[in-house]
């Protein structure tokens, strides 16, 4: 898995001021619990899951969320947002096995 | 004197005593389960009978999911977002009951999160809000699982 931390954000194109809009996001990532067992080889497959994301905007601290394997694979998350102003939504991620990845993208206020 | 009646109770002793000994298989698999008062302990501080339910809390999930890998759940309350510090989700028969722990702030501007998470089996999915004075609300939904989701 390749591919594994790449992320899917979306905001609302159109947003006025002060409105309550809701940030979706979607990652690629296994979430293996450590419970499970390959079926060939009878091992157990370790654990490997998300662990926090953190979403900021221009800077400042919106949402933290702390996951763990309770999580379903290719986790999606959906929050709700208010901006006063036009700026940048980072959010920030990371796995136990020491995985980071980073995405940013504008949002514009009208 | 042995009758017939006292066969008959020594027989649903022993029968029950069957019924039971499935259970404790899955320790042997070699993870322990957590309960759901241990994991409200450790992430809350608090035991289950201590949570009040509370109707300003929905929490939105199938009532029968197909598939336990993969079931929608979505928390709203209805409480302004100023006033609460986290939001936790939590699976009672999951091998680790704590799904996850958001920490919301004022710029969420309500107080809302979606997911989607996994089920062992067919469990209680709760919701539990932190509100900043240190209160805590729950709300809770019965999840139906056909299929665990958990290997």
Sequence with gaps: MARIGRAIVRVPRR???GQVFKVQMVITHPMETGLRKDKKTGKLIPAHYLTRIEFLFNGKKVTTIHS????SKNPYFAIMMKAA???TLTIKYEDNKGGKWEKSLKVSVA | MFTRRDLFKVAG???AALLIAPGSVKESFGVKKISIDDALKEHLGVTLKDLKESNLITVKAPTIAESGANVPVQVKANIP?????ALY????NNFNPWVTKVELSSMNGEVFFAT???LAKTSPVRAVV???DGSLLMAVKEVKVTVGGCG
């Design chain 2, 89 to 92: 989700i939590f699976a009672d």
């Design chain 1, 15 to 17: 947003i006025s001021k």
């Design chain 1, 85 to 87: 102003e036009s700026g």
């Design chain 2, 116 to 118: 989607r998470i996994k």
């Design chain 1, 68 to 71: 763990g394997p309770g999580i």
């Design chain 2, 13 to 15: 002793v022993g029968a």
């Design chain 2, 81 to 85: 977002v100023d006033r609460v510090e």
């Design chain 2, 130 to 132: 932190k509100m900043k």
